[in-house]
């Protein structure tokens, strides 16, 4: 084949550009993001059961669903929490890879079987199933320079005029604010209202009356009376739009001529539907909601089409009013792609430079310049026809190939350049001969390097998803090389390169070549002597395996490598029962110590919620961080200093600064994720000391930092039950005993109003003053149906005559896991410690310390690494299994395969030593560099290998020609080493955003190339000399 294309350059260059054509065309419909679809789906089941108890929703809604969640494919696991208000949420979670509308659909099913078992009032609400996706996008939020706009107005603003076209914008899954848009808030005053004999359902049934929209009807339409010759439509006064409209509502009409109005007795003003947040930037009030992407959404795209929306939207907002990104995601993935794209041209220029320094040859040099843009670009036409994207992990697989890639055309142009010089052949002829002598070894190392990854694409799940992406751009990137490397770079070799002519080299290259004399004639003269010496050095190696073995299974695991993505998070909780007043207090707190550490940029505060829950007495923290060239702490290195300033600073409450996830969508912060389970029915109790006891546990080592319970606490709860005899006697029923103190201390919706051209809602509660404590029961009356005052109208019956009242705790949610009760444990791995030891650590308090009866279960990415670090042993053996046979078939030989795997312990333990001390982890990073050391370290020994098969076949003893083998390809190891390892130099010395996951891929195969480089030149004689005599060397008449 290669002779077919030295004589048709032009052919070569044709399928080279048509390659070229193809991978930029391909570039154009990659999508871009920071990583692949990691995360599994989710569909979530949401059921309401109003009025019930969080424990009676538990019993009669959620454990009866989750009954059923049986038999439905890919389920991984499910979790739920039911809420004191009757809210019962479910979680599933699937397998990567899992269809979500299969997975909403076979849920919905089983949802259905469960529905004739479920109380009425919760099948009168619905029941919604639906994909879910927990990752929250981005929070945009509006701020106003004008003193006459609040936070209220801005909220309104965004409610009525952004949510619904941000909503509509192609992959946005939903939109949370954090506020509520205007309603009209009518204020009871339960005193006045006692004066004048009315209740809060006379209010309701006035309100319901009299602010309606009437439609009359037209006149003079058909059928008309003849010769009739006009029409017009009748139009009633509508829904009120003004709180004196309200107040003008008639209660009761007096005999004399006078009415009780609603203004006798309340007060009515625009004001939020709802109070439940506040949100603060910097210090200062705004309006703010957050945005979550469909299941598979391209997240980068979205961002951009909801700023582009954004920007169309504030040409209609009040002068004064700006919007901005208190929270982006995507600015990481931008930056962090950004930087690889810039690895990527680095390494280039490095392995260009390498190129250059050992061929000293410019025309040679620029030929594999020339053909690994080309290999580069046909790796982006299989990733554009495997459905992949343009992320860290596919680029990651780029910069590993360059290095990779430039090996075919190096082995090719070194071997031709070598003959040209040596034997004085024509570019032409040296192209041929060097091509028969150099094709059996390009086709062997591309087989194998392909078959390494094999395994690797065929993982499934998160783990495989990582191993795939990587491993497949890789593959694609090799076989592109590797036709390259027999097609185009022979024919550029055979019509560019020119016999080179006696001149003086500059004195860089006489300084190197120099240098790399000595180095070949040191090696030379001692692999003579480590050959006939091969038991010794035998049993060196046999060393090697034992302490490559140990360290390997000393180095701590994790899943991803914990990255600096610019922004920290910190949820705050006050004790169970404090306001909101109270928590804006401390938020202020808060904003003063944040804002004097100059690696925090900006601020962002939401009050009465967190990732934790819900209330009055919790609250959360975006920070985002300053530009990663701006500061010299790292977010890891800031967690632990902001946690100390804001516990020395703040008492009144609990406050822990954490990382985001690595890979959205697993999880909703950093570290690790335990789910601790009564699996013997032991109670809430129990359970609720059992988690006492693993905190206390964990805050005594030395491994675990920030362990805690990821919901609220139990809060105090007014519990008050009616006197049904004596309520009975006074001419109360229960449901108006009820209704009574529900209408007065809850937000209760009665009616519609019209304003601003948008229908918003009439809320009707209590003053504050008659709200604040237990006598408010005092002040709430209802009238009876029996007891008459002198005027003969319904005597008025304070509520607080009929019921008892107690103060009691209880928890906001009830947690389940698989179907057990459960509480969520979150925490992180103290500073040098890896997410692998703070596992193990939880998993030995929870086996050791509590009591029988309680399990555990691992949830989000702590999931993900456990399934990561129990595949990986089967992975490594897959991948040696695979080149093995790979080889046994090149070679049809059992016994080369086994020479040239031999320096696989070599590549581990330098792959080991590095990052062990680099103090980084055995992650899925790792792991993938491991597979790709253990192919390329294979490549050098059948560089070896092959050539020594060679020369015995043309009558050379065994000793002649692996130490034959070893002078002539020293050189070309060298070479595609150093270009490799220099490639892949810009990953383990980068900054920046996603600087972890470069170091964690660099570090590793670094070592690795190092190790089985320098040593594997010495041993990978020794291993061929060594195996070829057990088996008996039949090419070998000499020994």
Request: aromatic share 8%; with cysteine.
């Amino acid at each position: 084949m290669s002779n077919f294309f030295i004589d048709r350059p032009i052919f070569a260059w044709v399928i080279a550009i048509l390659i070229t054509l193809g991978g930029i065309l391909a570039i154009n419909n990659l999508g871009v993001q920071s990583y692949p679809n990691i995360a599994p789906p989710q569909v979530s089941i949401v059921a309401h059961y109003p009025g019930a108890s969080s424990s009676t929703a538990e019993g009669s809604v959620t454990e009866v669903i989750e009954q059923q969640l049986t038999g439905i494919d890919n389920l991984l696991y499910f979790n739920s929490s039911t809420s004191s208000s009757g809210r019962v949420a479910i979680t599933l979670t699937f397998k990567p890879g899992t269809d979500p509308d299969i997975a909403a659909m076979q849920t919905q099913n089983q949802v259905t079987r469960a529905e004739p078992r479920l109380p009425p009032a919760v099948l009168a609400q619905g029941i919604v199933v639906a994909k879910a996706n927990p990752d929250t996008l981005m929070a945009i939020a509006l701020s106003s320079s004008n003193p006459t706009i609040d936070r209220n107005r801005l909220n309104d603003i965004i409610a009525s005029q952004v949510l619904n076209p941000i909503s509509r914008i192609s992959g946005v899954g939903a939109t949370n604010q954090f506020g509520a848009e205007y309603a009209m808030r009518i204020w009871l005053n339960p005193e006045k209202m006692h004066g004048y004999g009315i209740s809060a359902s006379d209010v309701i049934n006035a309100l319901q009356a009299q602010n309606i929209q009437v439609a009359a009807g037209t006149l003079g339409a058909d059928p008309a009376v003849k010769g009739w010759g006009f029409t017009a439509n009748v139009a009633g006064e509508g829904l009120f739009s003004t709180p004196k409209q309200f107040l003008g509502i008639i209660l009761r009409a007096n005999p004399n001529g006078t009415a009780v109005t609603l203004g006798d007795i309340a007060t009515a003003d625009f004001g939020p539907q709802g109070y439940g947040f506040d949100t603060i930037y910097d210090g200062k009030p705004i309006g703010a909601f957050a945005i979550q992407t469909l299941p598979g959404a391209n997240g980068l795209a979205v961002a951009e089409a909801v700023r582009a929306e954004m920007t169309k939207l504030q040409v209609g907002f009040p002068e004064g009013v700006t919007w901005s990104v208190p929270y982006d995601t995507t600015t990481f993935i931008t930056i962090s792609i950004q930087d690889v794209l810039i690895t990527l041209v680095e390494a280039l220029v490095l392995v260009f430079l390498v190129m250059l320094v050992f061929l000293q040859n410019f025309r040679a040099t620029i030929i594999p310049a020339i053909v690994i843009p080309v290999a580069l670009l046909g790796a982006f036409i299989g990733m554009d026809a495997l459905g992949f994207t343009v992320n860290q992990l596919s680029l990651f697989g780029m910069v590993m190939a360059i290095g990779i890639v430039v090996d075919d055309a190096i082995v090719v142009i070194e071997n031709i350049e070598r003959i040209m010089t040596e034997q004085g052949l024509s570019p032409k002829e040296a192209a041929r001969k060097g091509m028969r002598e150099i094709s059996g070894a390009v086709v062997a190392i591309t087989a194998v390097l392909l078959a390494v990854f094999v395994p690797s694409a065929l993982q499934s799940g998160s783990t495989g998803i990582i191993y795939r992406q990587f491993a497949l751009t890789i593959a694609v990137s090799m076989f592109f090389s590797a036709f390259l490397a027999l097609t185009f770079t022979p024919a550029l070799c055979a019509a560019y390169l020119k016999p080179e002519h006696e001149r003086k080299k500059n004195i860089l290259f006489r300084k190197f070549n120099d240098l790399f004399n000595w180095t070949h004639n040191t090696y030379t003269s001692h692999i003579g002597h480590a050959v006939r010496h091969a038991p010794r050095w035998m049993m060196v190696f046999v060393v090697v395996v034992v302490a490559s073995g140990f360290l390997y299974v000393k180095l701590p695991g994790s899943f991803l490598p914990q990255e600096d993505q610019g922004y920290l998070l910190a949820m705050v909780q006050l004790p169970p029962g404090a306001t909101k007043q109270r928590s804006e207090e401390v938020m202020d707190k808060v904003w003063g110590t944040l804002r004097k550490n100059p690696e925090i940029e900006h601020v962002m505060q939401i009050v009465g919620f967190s990732f934790v829950g819900s209330g009055e007495n919790n609250g959360m923290v975006f920070m985002q961080l300053t530009d990663w060239s701006k500061r010299k702490l790292s977010a890891e290195q800031l967690i632990p200093k902001l946690n100390a300033q804001l516990h020395k600073s703040i008492r009144d409450a609990s406050i822990v600064v954490v990382n985001l996830p690595t890979v959205h969508g697993l999880g909703q912060f950093g570290g690790f994720d335990m789910y601790l389970e009564d699996t013997a029915g032991l109670g809430r109790v129990a359970l609720t000391e059992a988690l006492h006891t693993v905190q206390a546990k964990a805050k005594g080592g030395k491994v675990l930092v920030n362990v805690r319970a990821n919901q609220l606490p139990p809060a105090p709860q007014l519990k008050f039950s009616i006197d049904r005899v004596q309520a009975a006697s006074m001419g109360l029923s229960a449901t108006d005993v009820a209704n009574a103190a529900s209408l007065m201390l809850a937000p209760t919706q009665v009616g519609q109003m019209f304003a601003e051209g948008r229908v918003k809602f009439v809320m009707l509660q209590a003053e504050a003053p008659y709200r604040m404590s237990r006598s408010a029961f005092n002040d709430f009356y209802t009238p009876s149906s029996t007891r008459k005052n002198a005027d003969g109208t319904p005597a008025m019956i304070p509520i607080s005559s009929v019921i008892k009242s107690h103060w009691t705790l209880v928890s906001p949610t009830l947690v389940r896991f698989n179907g057990n009760p459960a509480v969520e444990v979150v925490g992180d791995a103290a500073p040098g410690y890896a997410s692998g030891e703070a596992m193990a650590a939880m998993q030995d308090i929870v086996t050791h310390d509590v009591p029988r009866g309680f399990g555990y279960d691992w949830a989000g990415e702590s999931f993900q690494e456990m399934a990561s670090s129990s595949g990986a042993p089967m992975l490594m053996a897959l991948s040696i299994l695979v080149v093995f046979l790979a080889l046994a078939a090149l070679y049809e030989s059992w016994s080369v395969p086994i020479a040239v795997l031999l320096i696989v312990p070599l590549a581990l333990l330098g792959t080991v030593l590095f990052t062990m001390g680099r103090g980084l982890s055995n992650d899925v990073f790792f792991k993938i560099g491991l597979v790709t050391v253990i192919g390329l370290a294979a490549k050098n020994a059948i560089l070896i290998i092959e050539y020594a098969v060679a020369a015995q076949k043309e009558g050379r003893t065994l000793r002649e020609a692996v130490l034959t083998a070893a002078r002539l390809r020293f050189r070309p190891i060298l070479m595609t080493s150093f270009a490799f390892i220099l490639g892949v130099f810009p990953l383990f010395i980068s900054t920046g955003a996603g600087a972890n996951a470069r170091h964690a891929i660099g570090t590793g195969v670094i070592g690795g190339m190092l190790f089985a480089t320098i040593f594997g030149l010495l041993l990978i004689p020794v291993f061929y000399v060594i195996v070829r005599r057990i088996v008996g060397d039949k090419l070998d008449g000499k020994g």
